[in-house]
């Protein structure tokens, strides 16, 4: 029996990849993720942003520049993968290890592994501010948080990075001879990159090809556009669009200083809808161009030329227009949504099944409940309908061998494969909630075949969702 249900998972696997190798948006749902701002006064309460990226769109990934416990909490349970921001002026604060230890049993700890924090980020372009004890301080910080993690044995589920703009480049034109700049190089980024491969973790960028953009020559060339290309002199290579040749710059960088080998993160990049007369290309019509093709280009595989075959991690700005943040109009104006979470264009980020009207539903993740009072096996047929669904705080792994003894067993799993009715949101706990409850009702609703090991809880709570039945 067990040789034949292992066979059985792994034709299953098996199946499952080939169709996701097959169906371009599952590439797009594992690599796209958004910058989460905050700075504005009209913006939907975050319970209901989880919900709507859940429900409504192929976002699985966040970005947020802070720890803002309402957000934290809002995305657990949900599988949604949440990078979080330690500001600026806290570095200084955990170079020392009670300091890091500190931070994380206040702004991590309580929400792992509920919410699914992959990764801290260490400032936002520190070495941009010029200011010489944040940047001396950055690498420090960066290790004795790692330490930390290790200590709280986090270090293997939560990554240690810090994102760059590209004004650490000292020669990015053309690509080949992309170089950081003097100082910094040896003494803050080569540290860096030792610890980014020491830790198995990404460098990280923020490229802006809307702000290398200044001339109506360039435009296409920054929109992904038909354009002629531009060829790097020494390498004999034709770039076709602007953002390859921004990070084929910082790749020529890290290569010179001997760390070709470090994954690359887009931590930001993005385009306004919106902006002053005096600036070129803002407006819906470019920005759905520049977000549209970007999806399209990190995901499809190509990479770039000097990185051919790859794809980005990458984090479009912004979730939503914020109306305080300061500076010219663009700045406000660069949100996918508006703050009633209406498209400002549509770039193929919504689920065909999202309603036109963006309705505040429940999350389609399983609700946190609680069981009710065992009944008798054989109660009556009038007796309220119940279900069976993941306990609060359910193991994973544990979850997942629910799935494949039930799925095992001959239970109908067809609804949680690839392009069936319960299959999104593609998390474990989700199609943990579906086996366990199909097995639940198949073997006639019996308290005790829905344990699971202690895994399982019944519900009075109906978790079906849209075209998802239980």
């Not at 002026?89 to 792992?112: E, F, G, M, R």
């Not at 053309?174 to 030792?194: C, Q």
């Not at 084929?248 to 809808?273: N, Q, R, Y």
Request: with cysteine; charged share 15%; hydrophobic share 35%.
């Amino acid at each position: 029996m067990e040789k034949s249900l292992a066979s059985l998972c792994a034709s299953l696997v098996t199946t499952v990849l080939l169709l996701l190798e097959a169906t371009p948006i599952q590439g797009v749902e594992g690599t796209i993720g958004v910058n989460y701002g905050t700075v504005a006064n009209n913006l939907p309460p975050p319970a209901e942003v989880a919900n709507f990226l859940v429900e409504s769109t192929i976002i699985n990934r966040v970005r947020l520049f802070d720890t803002n416990t309402e957000i934290l909490e809002a995305f657990a349970h949900t599988g949604i993968a949440v990078t979080v921001t330690v500001p600026n002026d806290q570095i200084l604060h955990l170079t020392k290890l009670i300091n890091a230890q500190q931070w994380l049993k206040s702004n991590i700890q309580p929400y792992v592994p509920a919410t699914n924090i992959i990764r801290i980020l260490v400032g936002n372009e520190v070495l941009s501010t010029a200011n010489k004890f944040i940047i001396s301080s950055l690498v420090p910080a960066m290790k004795t948080l790692h330490t930390a993690l290790v200590e709280a044995s986090l270090d293997s589920k939560i990554e240690v990075s810090t994102p760059h703009s590209l004004g650490i480049l000292s020669s990015s034109s053309p690509p080949s001879t992309g170089k950081f700049r003097r100082g910094y190089d040896v003494h803050v980024l080569k540290p860096l990159l030792i610890f980014l491969r020491e830790t198995n973790s990404p460098f990280m960028i923020n490229p802006y090809p809307f702000f290398g953009c200044s001339s109506e020559e360039t435009l296409d060339y920054a929109l992904f556009k038909p354009n002629s290309g531009v060829e790097d002199e020494n390498t004999k290579l034709v770039y076709t669009n602007m953002l390859d040749g921004q990070l084929d710059a910082v790749f020529s960088a890290m290569k010179l200083l001997g760390f070709a080998d470090i994954d690359i993160v887009i931590a930001e990049t993005g385009w306004p809808s919106n902006g002053d007369s005096s600036q070129i290309g803002v407006d819906a019509e470019s920005a759905a161009q520049y977000n549209g093709n970007l999806m399209k280009h990190v995901t499809s595989g190509s990479g770039t030329p000097l990185m051919p075959n790859r794809t980005f991690e990458t984090y479009i700005f912004a979730l939503f227009n914020e109306n305080l943040k300061p500076g010219p109009t663009c700045e406000r104006n660069f949100g996918l949504f508006q703050p009633d979470m209406t498209p400002v264009y549509n770039i193929g980020v919504l689920r065909s099944t999202a309603s036109s009207s963006f309705p505040r539903n429940p999350s389609p993740e399983p609700p946190v409940v609680a069981p009710v009072s065992p009944e008798p096996t054989g109660a009556p047929q009038h007796e309220e309908k119940r279900w069976c669904l993941p306990k609060t705080g359910a193991d994973v792994e544990a979850l997942q061998r629910n799935i494949d003894y039930v799925c095992g067993m001959g239970v109908d799993c067809g609804p949680i494969e690839d392009s069936g009715e319960c299959f999104l949101p593609n998390t474990v706990r989700a199609h943990a909630a579906f086996a366990m409850n199909a097995y639940y009702q198949a073997m006639g609703r019996n308290d005790y075949d829905c344990d699971f090991q202690q895994t399982g809880a019944i519900s009075s709570l109906d978790p079906s969702y849209g075209k998802c039945k239980y």
